[in-house]
Every structure is written in C-alpha cells, then in structure tokens.
C-alpha cells in the first residue's frame, strides 16, 4: 500500500496502492469517502484512473446497498485466458498472421460489429425473454443482445496471441456484456437518482446514485447485474471457442487447457471486517487467496497471469489492467502513428484506424496505443502484498476492437 488518506469530512479513509493520483480520480475517491453506504473504507488499485462517478481501479463495500456506477456500463466486463501447449518456437509471423485472419473471419470485431442473425442462448441459465417486463427492455435490446453473444465490441477489448515465459502460446481475450449491460447500468442508474432525490439522500455526487439492496428495486438491479455477468461470461465462452478454433488452423494438433474466464466489473455480497456486504469492483480483480486471475497491459505490453494472496485491506482484490495516462481523444491528438508503431515493435497487428471527429480534427484512433497507458511492470510491482505473479506474457498479434 501507499498510502493512506483521512479527512475530517470523510466517513471511511482512503486506502491507496496508486502512488500519483489524477486530480479527478482523487476527487471521485473523495467523493466515495463522503458517501452515505460506503463501509469501513475505499481502496484504490495502482492502475486506478478517472472513470464515471467512480474511479475505475476503484473498490468499495456498501453496507445493504448498491451504486450502479460503482460496477460501470459495461457489467460484467472481464478476461479470458487459455494455456496452449504450442511452444512459442514454433510460431512464426506467417502463422501468427494467419490465426489474426482467422479471428476477424470468425468473431465480428469493433463498436457495432454484430452476428447478421441471433446466437441463441444455450449456455445461459437464463433468456432475456425472462427480462421483458423489466424497463430497460426492449425488442432492439433483444434483437442486438441476441446477435452480440460472442462478439469483442470495441475500445480496449481485445484478443492476443501471447508467449509466456513458460515458453509456450498463451490465448486471451477482454470483452463484457456489450449493449445488454450498458442500457441495464443506464436504468438503473436513472432510476437510483430519481428516488435519491425523492428520499433527499446526501450523496455527494449525483453519479453515485444508489438502491437500497433489501429493496424492490435493489433486488431487481442485482438480479440483470447478475443476468447481465452470466451475458458477459458467455460472450466471453463464446469467443475463445472461436479463437481456438481459428488457432487450430495453423496448429491443428494444438491442445489447450481449461480457461479461465473472470469478471472485474460487478458487485457480489461478500463478508468483510465482520459483516456481509456488497463488494464493487470497477476494474478491479478478485484475488482471495490462491485465486488465479489475470492482469493484462496495453496492446503493445506484457499482461500477466497471478494468484491472489487475499490481502483484506485490498477487500481481497487488485488491478485489472496497467490503467490509463491518457484518454483516447488526448492520445490521438499528442501521439504520432509512427512513435506508436515503434512502440509496438514486431507484433502482428492492424494498422491504426480513423476515429470519430472531434472539434472538426480528422485523427487516427491511437488510443490503445501502449503510451496511453501506465507501466504494466510498475503496476505490478505496487501491489505484491495482493497478488503472487505466476507467468508473464507478452503480445505475439493483436487484434482490438
């Protein structure tokens, strides 16, 4: 840990394993402090960063409550990983541009990349024909949750063909729900507002909106957050199926271990400090004791596979990635595409793709380049009282969404 923070406006102190705070992101942390069901303290992940209401990097406990934005819009959002037993010797760049062809033919890529036609539901315990009288359904919303099951989606999800320093290929993937998990976040984030401003509650930011858990509409939340993570966990079966599949076309005797296949975005009742409560992790990754989970870096830096030693200050948690210096407007605007493309190296990857105008500015989209991101290795180093790192593994191809 680095530091500790306690104000006499607080409630609960700040817990930090991130050394330099963004003003923002201080200011969010603050916020959570003051807040009226925040229990026993805030813990921030040293890739922690400014995010919507909350820090993403971010950890709390709510005593009988729940803050959408303290999961985020995209529920559920997650890693994958696969162990193959190819050695990395035997990869080459055809072959690692091979399989990159074949993951773009197979899983549909990027913002607004859907299946032509539903995936079904097999595989799920539930439909969202069991959420239609909920208020944040409708026949587009089932329709695009329908075609969306195993697809990346954009901004930083991605899919890599690693090599870890266990010498063999390593498989991963990051994507979460989708659409389904941001129009359930945004419902009930509006519908936690209205009624805090019914009840007069002293939050001290609308963003942090909460529900009552014991409460009807509490229940509800938690009963999609958890529909929506059961979404994400399959969109995420569902694309390293595929990704095998599209390996095994350039290594066809190719065997694979079981997955591993972990949310850092939701919120579960655990107990803490004596008394059960609803944990939120906004980019932030369970690790209780000998629990195996999965730090990734940028596009163009190592990610790696660690084991929590269940250090309870952390509430049992760490990182979820290296975290963000930049966002992606100002990255694209500071960056050059061939300072990025140095900074890559010999990774297989495609080549930088036009974003959104902004103030009338035609730029490219580097926002996921590695310099818009925190040193993955100095992350790591900070928070070795929470995990035991096990493999470390660096990109071989790339594909983002």
């Known amino acids: 840990m680095e530091w500790i923070k306690k104000e006499e406006q607080y409630r609960v102190p700040i817990k930090s394993w991130c050394r330099d705070m963004e003003e923002l992101a201080m200011s969010q942390a603050s916020d959570l402090a003051r807040h009226p069901v925040i229990y026993h303290h805030v813990s921030l992940m040293p890739d922690c960063h400014p995010g919507y209401g909350m820090p993403i990097g971010g950890v709390i406990a709510c005593d009988n409550a729940v803050i959408p934005n303290a999961v985020g819009v995209d529920i559920g959002c997650g890693m994958g990983a696969v162990?193959?037993?190819?050695?990395?010797?035997?990869?080459?760049?055809?072959?690692?541009?091979?399989?990159?062809?074949?993951?773009?033919?197979?899983?549909?890529?990027?913002?607004?990349?859907?299946h032509r036609n539903s995936q079904g539901w097999a595989g799920m315990a539930e439909t969202i024909e069991?959420?239609?009288?909920?208020?944040?359904?409708?026949a587009h919303v089932e329709d695009l949750a329908g075609r969306n099951l195993g697809t990346l989606g954009g901004g930083n999800h991605f899919i890599e063909i690693q090599t870890g320093d266990d010498g063999l290929v390593w498989l991963m993937i990051h994507s979460g729900s989708r659409h389904l998990g941001n129009v359930i976040a945004r419902y009930y984030h509006n519908l936690?507002?209205?009624?805090n401003r019914q009840w007069q509650s002293e939050i001290p930011n609308n963003d942090l909106a909460f529900l009552p858990a014991d409460s009807e509409e509490g229940q509800a939340y938690i009963r999609d957050m958890n529909f929506a993570l059961g979404y994400a966990r399959e969109n995420r079966r569902r694309i390293m199926e595929r990704f095998m599949e599209a390996f095994s076309v350039?290594?066809?005797?190719?065997?694979?271990?079981?997955?591993v296949n972990i949310h850092h975005n939701y919120a579960a009742l655990e107990n803490h400090f004596g008394r059960n409560v609803w944990v939120h992790r906004k980019g932030a990754t369970s690790a209780r004791e000998n629990e195996i989970g999965i730090i990734p870096g940028s596009m163009g830096t190592p990610s790696y596979i660690v084991k929590g030693l269940g250090n309870p200050e952390s509430f049992h948690s760490c990182s979820h990635g290296a975290g963000r210096v930049?966002?992606?407007?100002?990255?694209?605007?500071?960056?050059?595409?061939?300072?990025?493309?140095?900074a890559m190296g010999a990774i297989v990857y495609d080549r930088w793709h036009k974003m959104?105008?902004?103030?009338?500015?035609?730029?490219?989209?580097?926002g996921e380049a590695p310099q818009a991101y925190k040193d993955i290795d100095a992350v790591i180093q900070a928070e070795l009282d929470l995990i035991q790192p096990l493999v470390k593994l660096r990109p071989l191809g790339v594909v983002k969404g």
């Open 356 to 366: 959104k105008k902004s103030k009338g500015q035609d730029l490219l989209d580097l």
């Open 130 to 138: 069991d959420y239609m009288d909920r208020g944040w359904y409708s």
């Open 326 to 342: 930049m966002g992606r407007k100002e990255a694209s605007r500071r960056l050059t595409p061939e300072e990025c493309d140095q």
């Open 250 to 259: 350039a290594f066809p005797k190719a065997g694979f271990e079981a997955p």
């Open 83 to 114: 162990k193959t037993d190819v050695p990395v010797s035997a990869t080459s760049r055809e072959s690692l541009r091979e399989i990159v062809t074949g993951i773009k033919a197979l899983i549909p890529c990027g913002e607004g990349n859907a």
């Open 192 to 195: 936690a507002l209205q009624l």
